[in-house]
């Protein structure tokens, strides 16, 4: 069942664009990895890197997120931006049928060559993560070597 694919993309325009995604949703029912399919999309949060002339501004979208549920570190120049959330909803009435908590875990790391470890500033604020982060003063290690 796994090789079966009912629409060919490449020649099928049409769904794309008249029924926005309607084909890959088609496509992922019929893949082998239903369905536990994962998306970069999904399972993750956008992220944008400015790099200015003295420092790195990271702008993470992060709605319903409370900053106890951010932890953000920076290591070798990898800053690393771990959301983990763990939501119950408290119901007083112990005569439910069906009770559903969900717990998940997200995590971006991005690598930026000259980022400074101190004075680094981090604020969340309707539903944006903004990061600052100064960048190490240059230093010149070129050397002039003379040939004989």
């Given amino acids: 069942m796994a090789g079966l694919i009912p629409f060919n993309r490449k020649k099928n325009d049409l769904l ?10 088609l496509d992922d029912f019929f893949s082998e990895s239903f369905p536990f399919r ?9 992220v944008d890197v400015e790099d200015s002339e003295k420092e790195y501004i990271v702008h993470a979208e992060l709605p319903g997120v ?15 931006i771990l959301v983990q959330r763990n939501e119950e909803k408290e119901d007083n ?16 790391n991005i690598f930026l060559a000259e980022a400074g470890e101190e004075n680094i500033k981090a604020k969340l604020e309707h539903g ?16 002039k070597i003379e040939i004989d």
């Fill in 38 to 46: 994962r998306s970069l999309e999904a399972d993750t949060f956008k």
């Fill in 128 to 143: 944006v993560l903004k990061i600052e982060i100064p960048k190490k003063p240059h230093v010149d290690t070129s050397r």
């Fill in 66 to 80: 409370n900053k106890e549920e951010v932890h953000l570190s920076l290591e070798d120049g990898r800053l690393r």
């Fill in 93 to 108: 009435n112990k005569n439910y049928i069906h009770r559903e908590r969900r717990v998940c875990s997200m995590e971006r």
């Fill in 16 to 25: 794309r664009s008249e029924f926005g995604d309607f084909g890959s949703m």
